[in-house]
């Protein structure tokens, strides 16, 4: 089964931008988490999306927004990038049938802001 | 505030050397425990996951304990190998919200 995959890998814009991430989770987890990781805070939490729907939603600003589709991949936007958004933003996808579902992380994808 | 506190912040030890990492956590009602290896610039990887019952798990040179009287757990690595330089990272899940309460990680850097 394949893992969590994320595109791209790497970016870099400039402040002011927008920016889109992907996201497509392992064959059938509906549930996709986003996260941002920073060398100082660690991993905070972005939002959640079961079924197309933004399920709990972390303490981030408006310009911070996601999405998921009826495949369950999911996209981010970040749009008026600022320098502070540099960091490696971390999908994660799980199942929901019962148990302490695990998380399943992507390799990221690494975003400069200039 | 549920919140999980990890000690140390980074650790140096030697190749073959054992070595033990902390997680105290004040999330409640508790649900789960895991440990989540770390490679730079990479996704983190589930180590192991425990929930109330249980206080002891392995996986490998790697063995998870967990009180959750006292509301903490260690992660023990035995016989350390150079591959096993990385972050770890201990996240908690409350049983009354699916959010999970994440610490901000152990680095740990293995010499030959």
């Known amino acids: 089964k394949a893992g969590v995959t994320q595109t791209p890998r790497y970016l870099i814009k400039t402040r002011g931008q927008q920016v889109t991430l992907s996201c497509s989770p392992i064959?059938?987890?509906?549930?996709v988490s986003w996260y941002q990781q920073t060398p100082g805070q660690g991993l905070q939490f972005l939002f959640e999306?079961?079924?197309?729907?933004?399920?709990n939603k972390g303490n981030f600003p408006g310009r911070f927004s996601g999405r998921q589709f009826s495949n369950s991949r999911s996209e981010m936007n970040v749009s008026t990038l600022e320098l502070g958004d540099s960091a490696l933003y971390l999908c994660?996808?799980?199942?929901?049938?019962?148990?302490?579902?695990?998380?399943?992380f992507g390799p990221g994808t690494r975003l400069t802001v200039l | 505030k549920n919140q999980v506190e990890q000690s140390p912040q980074s650790l140096i030890i030697l190749e073959g050397k054992n070595c033990t990492l902390q997680?105290?956590?004040?999330?409640?009602?508790?649900?789960?425990l895991r440990w989540y290896k770390q490679d730079t610039g990479r996704g983190p990887v589930s180590l192991t996951i425990?929930?109330?019952?249980?206080n002891t798990k392995s996986n490998g040179r790697y063995t998870a304990t967990l009180d959750a009287d006292t509301k903490q757990s260690s992660l023990h690595i035995t016989a350390s190998q150079l591959s096993d330089s990385a972050s770890y990272i201990c996240?908690?899940?409350?049983?009354?919200?699916?959010?999970?309460?994440f610490g901000t990680g152990t680095r740990l850097t293995i010499i030959p």
């Open positions: 994660a996808s799980r199942s929901t049938s019962g148990g302490p579902n695990e998380q399943f």
């Open positions: 064959s059938g987890h509906r549930s």
């Open positions: 999306y079961f079924s197309e729907t933004q399920r």
């Open positions: 997680c105290n956590y004040t999330v409640s009602p508790f649900s789960n």
């Open positions: 425990m929930t109330f019952s249980e």
């Open positions: 996240v908690v899940s409350a049983s009354n919200s699916e959010k999970l309460t």
